[in-house]
T-cell receptor, first 115, second 112 residues
Framework: DTGVSQDPRHKITKRGQNVTFRCDPI?????LYWYRQTLGQGPEFLTY????????KSRLLSDRFSAERPKGSFSTLEIQRTEQGDSAMYLC?????????????FGSGTRLTVV | DAKTTQPPSMDCAEGRAANLPCNHS???????VYWYRQIHSQGPQYIIH???NNETNEMASLIITEDRKSSTLILPHATLRDTAVYYC?????????????FGPGTRLSVLP
C-alpha cells in the first residue's frame, strides 16, 4: 500500500462548474477525513466517515458540497456551482478506528483553482 | 478552535538544532500531542507523537513538560529540506470521537 492517494492533483475550473475529487485511503483504515486548506492557513476540517457512514460535517461544508464513501473504501468530494472562494487545497486523510494513540495519514491533496 | 499555540515563525541555521515550542495548557490527561509538518504544496506529514514521556524517532525528538502543558519538538541537525510549516496538534472532541484541528503552525526557515 502506498499511502493515501488523491486524484486529480490539480484542477482548474470555471466558476459555476461542478467538480469531483477522489480519495483512496490506506486499505485497512476505516476512518476517512476531508480537509480544506487556503493559502497561509492550516487545514480546516470538512467532514469524516467511519466506513461508509458520514459521521460529522463542519459548518464549512455548505449545501454545494457533498461527500460520499459508498462502499467504505474510496471517497469522493463534489462541489457544485463552484465559486472563486472554493479555490483551495483539498486534503484527504485516513486513520484506523478510534483510539487515543493513532495519527492521520494525509494524501498530497487536490489543488482547485476556480477562474 | 485549535487547543495549541505556537510562534508564527522561526529561523534556524543549517546543521544546528531546531527547537519548536508549543503550548497546550488545556490538554487533558489521556490526550496525545501530535506533530506534523507541511512542506510547500504537499499534504501534512506525520513526525512524532507522545503522551507524557519524551519520545524520539528517526526524524525528531519530542520533549513534554511534566505538567504536560507544553512541549518542544527538536530537529537535532536541521537541513534545508526541513524548511516547512510545523503543526502541534491536540485532538478536540467532535460528535463522534475526536478530530485533529490545525492552528496556523510555525513556519520554520532553515538558513544556509
Amino acid at each position: 500500500d502506498t499511502g493515501v492517494s488523491q486524484d486529480p492533483r490539480h484542477k482548474i475550473t470555471k466558476r459555476g462548474q461542478n467538480v469531483t475529487f477522489r480519495c483512496d485511503p490506506i486499505s485497512e483504515h476505516n476512518r476517512l477525513y476531508w480537509y480544506r486548506q487556503t493559502l497561509g492557513q492550516g487545514p480546516e476540517f470538512l467532514t469524516y466517515f467511519q466506513n461508509e457512514a458520514q459521521l460529522e460535517k463542519s459548518r464549512l461544508l455548505s449545501d454545494r458540497f457533498s461527500a460520499e464513501r459508498p462502499k467504505g473504501s474510496f471517497s469522493t468530494l463534489e462541489i457544485q456551482r463552484t465559486e472563486q472562494g472554493d479555490s483551495a487545497m483539498y486534503l484527504c486523510a485516513s486513520s484506523p478506528y478510534s483510539s487515543y494513540n493513532y495519527g492521520y495519514t494525509f494524501g498530497s491533496g487536490t489543488r482547485l483553482t476556480v477562474v | 478552535d485549535a487547543k495549541t499555540t505556537q510562534p508564527p515563525s522561526m529561523d534556524c541555521a543549517e546543521g544546528r538544532a531546531a527547537n519548536l515550542p508549543c503550548n497546550h495548557s488545556t490538554i487533558s490527561g489521556n490526550e496525545y500531542v501530535y506533530w506534523y509538518r507541511q512542506i510547500h504544496s504537499q499534504g501534512p506529514q506525520y513526525i512524532i507523537h507522545g503522551l507524557k514521556n519524551n519520545e524520539t524517532n528517526e526524524m525528531a525528538s519530542l520533549i513534554i513538560t511534566e505538567d504536560r502543558k507544553s512541549s518542544t519538538l527538536i530537529l537535532p541537525h536541521a537541513t534545508l529540506r526541513d524548511t516547512a510549516v510545523y503543526y502541534c496538534i491536540v485532538r478536540v472532541p467532535i460528535k463522534y470521537g475526536q478530530n485533529f484541528v490545525f492552528g496556523p503552525g510555525t513556519r520554520l526557515s532553515v538558513l544556509p
